[in-house]
């Protein structure tokens, strides 16, 4: 079984940094695009940022300049770093993988975390 596991999440001051962590583990042969999303309550999941396994980039409008998203391929942990946070910042962040696993050697799947909470304080 593959398993995503997020961490870093916790309570933020307005214009405070942090640094969320997410890694795959289980029978994986390899990790293709990883991704993080957020949802704040009563609000839809949102594309945060996403990384290719070669490292191309992408993010989302809201965060563009203040969020970096990376990763390192031996790990298979993707990683997002937060500056200038802002109250509207606050949601659950969930990590999204494409992972091939030894359940299936001809597929990438899609997998998700569970979330962490971040909160940003104003």
């Known amino acids: 079984q593959v398993q995503l596991v997020e961490s870093g999440g916790g309570l933020v001051q307005f214009g405070g940094s942090l640094r969320l962590s997410c890694t795959a583990s289980?029978?994986?042969?390899?990790?293709?695009?990883m991704r993080w999303y957020r949802q704040a309550p009563g609000k839809q999941r949102d594309l945060v940022a996403s990384?290719?396994?070669?490292?191309?980039?992408n993010y989302g409008d809201s965060v563009k300049g203040r969020f970096a998203i990376s990763r390192d391929n031996a790990k298979d942990t993707v990683y997002l770093q937060g500056n200038s946070l802002k109250p509207e910042d606050t949601a659950v962040y969930y990590c999204?993988?494409?992972?091939?696993?030894?359940?299936?050697?001809?597929?990438?799947?899609?997998?998700w975390g569970k979330g962490t909470q971040v909160t940003v304080s104003s």
């Open positions: 990384i290719t396994s070669g490292g191309a980039t």
């Open positions: 289980g029978s994986i042969i390899g990790v293709s695009a």
């Open positions: 999204n993988a494409d992972v091939m696993s030894t359940d299936d050697t001809t597929h990438y799947y899609s997998r």
